[in-house]
């Protein structure tokens, strides 16, 4: 095989690879965004069913919910940065979008979407209940309990070994990760307090009726 020939081999590879790279993203996008909405509007739990979902707070008092939401906007940046930014392995001057891409990959989108999906497949494992009653069955399709859990991983993975990565420093990407975890604790104190609040105001009004 000529050099020549080499040359363009490796460039149809480069190619495929990019094609690949870019279909990751846009199924990653599509899928995450798709289970956040449908999840968001179409499934309703009854009380009698189980309490998830329901009081204050509603869906967003479950880190599977947030996870989600990252997930959906983690591929979109990525799907940006195939159009906008740049994937290059060396690079002088990062785009902002590609900056971002990586910040989010190491600090948030990684981490987060594997300690969601292995400590819930293993408490799956281990008592069903305790995460996912078969009571909710007929009311949460497996399609969207697989996005959420299982497809997580899956493509947080492909985007590992399909992406380059400049990472940022280790300390940067573990102040990214404690200010989500922050964010996410103070969220659930404040769902704490005002469902305690509305329980009370609840006891009051039905005591003065």
């Known amino acids: 095989m000529s050099i020549k020939q080499q040359g363009n081999e490796r460039q149809n590879n480069t190619e495929l690879y990019n094609v690949i790279r870019v279909l990751i993203h846009l199924v990653g996008c599509l899928q995450f965004s798709y289970s956040v909405y449908y999840d968001w509007n179409y499934v309703v739990i009854p009380p009698s069913a189980s309490r998830m979902g329901s009081g204050y ?3 967003l008092k479950f880190l599977t919910n947030w996870d989600a939401i ?5 591929f979109t940046i990525c799907l940006l940065n195939d159009v906008v930014g740049s994937n290059e392995i060396s690079i002088k001057e990062k785009p902002l979008i590609r900056k971002i891409k990586d910040f989010m ?3 948030v989108a990684f981490p987060v979407a594997m300690f969601v ?3 819930f497949w293993a408490l799956m494992a281990v008592d069903r209940e305790l995460v996912f ?3 909710l069955d007929p009311f949460f399709p497996s399609w969207l309990n697989h996005v959420m859990h299982t497809n997580i991983m899956i493509f947080t993975l492909l985007e590992m070994v399909t992406s380059f990565h400049i990472y940022p420093k280790r300390s940067n990407g573990l102040i990214g990760l404690v200010v989500f975890i922050a964010i996410y604790l103070v969220w659930e104190s404040a769902k ?3 469902g305690r609040q509305n329980s009370q105001e609840n006891k009051v009004t039905s005591h003065d009726v």
């Open 57 to 59: 707070g509603g869906k």
């Open 70 to 74: 990252l997930q959906s906007v983690y």
């Open 192 to 194: 704490a307090v005002g």
């Open 117 to 119: 999906g292995v400590t």
């Open 105 to 107: 990959y190491a600090s």
């Open 133 to 135: 009653p078969k009571a």
